[in-house]
């Protein structure tokens, strides 16, 4: 069954550490995205990218890091920098052909706690 | 700066009645406006686009209405059904291709 396939559903994170949230797709996507949800806000993107080894900052990056070493896979690492990480993550691809970000699949998110 | 703005964050109807979502945007270069469905603790899922050529597209009980002399898009589900009691996210792009998302609409069918 194809889909994305973002782990793990709920995560905890003390102050000062770093965590990593996985995605992984097996849709044959070239482009994938990382979005943020907050309470009473729209999904905010993170990063993007639309081919191996290459990625983009999108609108509130400062404080996550990402890389795309393999096309299936496009991690999440939300730093220490980030001062205000508790929030939903919402992970998407777009298949080949489709201009970027349109009609993007997503995965079911992971929901970061900081405590 | 929101670019993307769905003004009403929650919507009641019954059962059977038609739900009209509003949703509107500030940036003239979009010109492909999706709207999405979204359920507590999962993904998004895409339910209807409209590009800026169209000003109505149909499928099934949803229609997307795009005006875009107002900047100015509507979504319309006739008749309304309790499957359909989700978020409603409005999404638009432009020439960089980047999905902006509004708020988000949360529609309650009454049975």
């Known amino acids: 069954d194809g889909g994305i396939t973002q782990s793990p559903k709920y995560l905890f994170r003390k102050e000062g550490q770093n965590v990593t949230l996985s995605c992984e797709q097996n849709?044959?996507?070239?482009?994938m995205y990382w979005y943020r949800q907050d309470p009473g806000q729209g999904l905010r993107l993170i990063y993007y990218?639309?081919?191996?080894?290459?990625?983009q900052k999108g609108d509130i990056a400062e404080g996550y890091s990402v890389s795309r070493e393999k096309k299936e896979s496009f991690p999440l690492t939300v730093t220490s920098a980030q001062k205000n990480p508790t929030a939903f993550y919402l992970c998407?691809?777009?298949?080949?052909?489709?201009?970027?970000?349109?009609?993007?699949?997503f995965g079911q998110g992971t929901r970061l706690t900081v405590v | 700066d929101q670019q993307v703005k769905q003004n009403s964050p929650s919507l009641s109807v019954q059962e059977g009645r038609i739900s009209i979502l509003n949703c509107d945007y500030t940036?003239?270069?979009?010109?492909?406006f999706l709207w999405y469905k979204k359920y507590p603790a999962e993904g998004p899922t895409f339910l209807i686009s409209?590009?800026?050529?169209?000003d109505k597209n149909e499928d099934g009980r949803f229609t997307v209405f795009l005006n875009k002399s107002a900047k100015h898009l509507s979504l319309h589900i006739v008749p309304s059904q309790p499957g359909d009691s989700a978020v409603y996210f409005c999404?638009?792009?432009?020439?960089?291709?980047?999905?902006?998302f509004g708020a988000g609409t949360t529609v309650t069918v009454r049975a």
């Open positions: 998407a691809s777009s298949p080949p052909g489709q201009s970027f970000g349109t009609e993007a699949f």
């Open positions: 849709l044959n996507h070239d482009a």
């Open positions: 990218s639309q081919i191996v080894n290459d990625f």
């Open positions: 940036n003239s270069m979009f010109d492909y």
């Open positions: 409209i590009s800026s050529i169209k």
């Open positions: 999404a638009a792009s432009g020439n960089d291709y980047k999905l902006s």
